[in-house]
């Protein structure tokens, strides 16, 4: 890790210095996820009677509701009757001989996607026949991709997330899902990714086998600080936040901070090679305290430097006013 620092701090020219400021922000984190549409609840529609089918108005692939006539089986006799209606209209004789010989509507027990259907119009059946195999309805069965796996926690804590997805067939249909629930999966004591299950509406656009991808959106936190991945250094398993601060005397090998950090703050010291394209501070060379930087434009200009104290002039020689006479060489 180390060696990776360095090689990073060593590349003035491809990472060059750029100042920016910690800020506040809404944390939003994006967890992409696959999975494909199933169908759950699957069951058979069979025939009751002995019967020939008379008409099927289900096709596969549809959603129909408990109301919803999938097919009409006629008994043996009505069929019977309806083969011998020589010019009769068949709606009339099925209204006249229908309430004799009640012709069976097929219908779901509830809402149901039909996933097949083993009907022909004009066929005869058996008793207990297979006429349709359909679904209770489809669900959405994903998994949180192993690289994204560590956010499994911020799922579980968050106040909430959306699901967005659309088939791999179609990446410009954009559906969306709420609430989605997580069952994270294990390798060791660490989560390697995790499963979920969403129930689709009825009347969905997607049909079972479809392969689809997405995203979990989720909003973590709001207003809370923040710094750029690229100023962050990693070392011996800790991070660190380059920080300016304002500095005072150098003495014996320590530098006087005077702000920017508070007593007790863990530092990282870089040697020679990973301060490669840094200027060092002079020792002994006194800063004016770092500025009150709030955005990444204000407060970032250089503060000039005082301008050093002139020298004290020469001091003056001391006179002496004492008279000591008349001088004896002055005449």
Request: a neutral charge; charged letters at 20%.
């Amino acid at each position: 890790m180390r060696a990776l620092l360095a090689a990073l701090l060593l590349s003035p020219a491809a990472r060059a210095a750029q100042l920016d400021v910690v800020r506040r922000a809404t944390v939003v984190i994006r967890v992409r996820v696959t999975g494909t549409v199933v169908a759950h609840d699957n069951f058979r529609l069979k025939s009751t009677i002995d019967g020939r089918v008379e008409a099927v108005t289900a096709s596969t692939g549809s959603w129909h509701g408990p109301a919803d006539t999938l097919a009409t089986l006629s008994s043996t006799e009505l069929a019977a009757m309806l083969d011998a209606r020589g010019g009769q209209d068949q709606g009339v004789l099925e209204d006249r001989w229908g309430k004799v010989y009640h012709p069976t509507p097929i219908r779901c027990p509830g809402i149901c996607y039909v996933l097949k259907s083993f009907l022909k119009p004009r066929t005869w059946v058996k008793p207990q026949a297979v006429l349709f195999e359909a679904a209770a309805g489809l669900k959405l069965v994903g998994r949180v991709l192993t690289k994204d796996a560590r956010y499994l926690h911020r799922m579980t804590t968050s106040s909430g997330y959306v699901l967005t997805y659309w088939p791999l067939s179609n990446p410009d249909l954009r559906l969306t899902a709420r609430p989605v629930s997580l069952a994270a999966e294990y390798s060791g004591s660490r989560p390697s990714g995790a499963s979920f299950e969403w129930e689709l509406p009825p009347n969905s656009a997607l049909s079972p086998g479809t392969d689809w991808a997405g995203e979990i959106v989720i909003v973590v936190d709001r207003d809370v600080l923040v710094a750029p991945d690229a100023s962050l250094i990693l070392d011996s398993g800790f991070l660190y936040l380059p920080m300016r601060v304002g500095i005072g005397d150098a003495i014996d090998g320590v530098t006087e901070i005077l702000s920017g950090a508070e007593d007790g703050r863990p530092i990282l010291i870089l040697n020679e090679a990973e301060r490669a394209g840094t200027e060092p501070a002079k020792p002994g060379e006194i800063l004016p305290p770092a500025a009150d930087v709030s955005a990444p434009n204000e407060g970032l200009r250089p503060v000039p430097r005082p301008a050093p104290a002139p020298a004290p002039a020469p001091a003056r020689q001391p006179t002496n006013d004492k008279d000591f006479g008349d001088d004896p060489y002055g005449r």
